[in-house]
């Protein structure tokens, strides 16, 4: 019940098009739910996140999609340029294990010029 | 300055050796967090300190020792490692429960 699907394990897009990465969770108590960005050689980073109390969220090119019922979410990257090359990696946190994020296994996203 | 500061950024070690992790954050944060990242797997966490009080995964072998001196240092005390044991060490850190952990860049650990 700790378990984050992601799929897919890698993506290929051309430069202007829609990245979508999904994910699926079956813990019902997970409340928070972060998504990350990693490069080459450095560390994870936060880049966008939302509640369930909320069905979308935007910043800027970068979308999460949330669907409770369904208990999936996904992040939707608009206008994908060559500089969103990167791992993507869900997470989802529970209420009761505030500092534990169960991550995904990440996508390996990787934009055409 | 880097928020969050792993040295060394890569290790090399035999089986038979003893070597340490280090992670220091700049970020007065209280919390401090020790993954494990290997390819095509999800992020492993194996410990957390928070106000002093460690919390760990219970299927990390204990030839990895955690030690927190204080509230902006950590470390991971590697002994006895086996090759499966090579991967990406990530250290992160956060302020409070529902603020965004960030992640130091890594030390790749590569066991001979």
């Known amino acids: 019940q700790q378990q984050v699907k992601q799929s897919p394990q890698s993506l290929i897009v051309q430069k202007g098009g829609i990245s979508i990465i999904n994910c699926a969770y079956e813990n019902t108590a997970f409340d928070y739910f972060p998504w990350y960005q990693q490069f080459p050689g450095k560390g994870p980073a936060l880049l966008i996140a939302i509640r369930p109390d909320v069905s979308e969220k935007k910043e800027g090119r970068f979308t999460i999609s949330f669907n409770k019922s369904a208990k999936q979410f996904s992040l939707h990257i608009m206008d994908s340029q060559p500089g969103d090359s990167a791992t993507y990696f869900c997470a989802a946190r529970r209420r009761v294990s505030a500092r534990q994020l169960t991550f995904g296994s990440g996508t390996q996203l990787t934009v055409l010029p | 300055e880097t928020g969050v500061t792993q040295t060394p950024r890569h290790l090399v070690m035999g089986m038979t050796n003893k070597k340490s992790l280090k992670c220091e954050q700049h970020l007065g944060h209280n919390a401090m967090y020790w993954y494990k990242q290997s390819a095509k797997k999800p992020l492993e966490l194996m410990f957390v300190y928070s106000l002093e009080e460690r919390v760990e995964n219970n299927s990390v072998p204990s030839r990895f020792s955690p030690e927190c001196p204080n509230s902006s240092h950590l470390f991971l005390h590697l002994h006895t490692l086996q090759p499966e044991d090579s991967a990406l060490y990530l250290c992160?850190?956060?302020?409070?429960?529902?603020?965004?952990?960030?992640f130091g860049d890594g030390t790749r650990l590569s066991i001979l």
């Open positions: 992160a850190s956060s302020q409070s429960p529902d603020q965004p952990q960030h």
